[in-house]
């Protein structure tokens, strides 16, 4: 069996809720840059940040339209859609860029169409 891609792997960690696998995949420095907000700076914030999203939107899958890839530099086109708290439907479209060191996320950078959430 093939492991899957490091930059995959991140979405269907959001996508399983899985914060052990997170915890693994971000490195202790990794940087967060999200819509709205000052950077999140360190893993532990960043998993604080995604318990915080999870409860936001019990429900909500990414679906991954196309990755480019250049070395330990990724860009992830992506959908997603869900519900929030309120049972409210959701649905957005963005990117996110990625980066490695060490087979780690060092680097998380969101941009997306829909920012009325945030």
């Known amino acids: 069996m093939t492991e899957i891609d490091p930059f995959l792997k991140f979405f269907q960690i959001l996508n399983e809720r899985d914060l052990e696998a997170a915890d693994t995949l971000l490195d202790v420095g990794t940087q967060f840059s999200f819509p709205k907000t000052a950077p999140i700076i360190g893993k532990e914030r960043i998993l604080k940040f995604l318990r ?3 409860r936001t939107f019990p429900e909500l899958t990414f679906t991954i339209i196309r990755v480019i890839h250049d070395g330990d530099l990724a860009a992830v086109h992506w959908t997603d859609r869900g519900v929030n708290r309120k049972n409210e439907p959701y649905e957005n479209e963005g990117v996110t ?4 060191k060490d087979g780690k996320i060092v680097s998380i950078s969101d941009f997306f169409k829909n920012t009325e959430q945030w």
């Open 97 to 100: 860029i990625l980066e490695l």
């Open 52 to 54: 915080i999203l999870f």
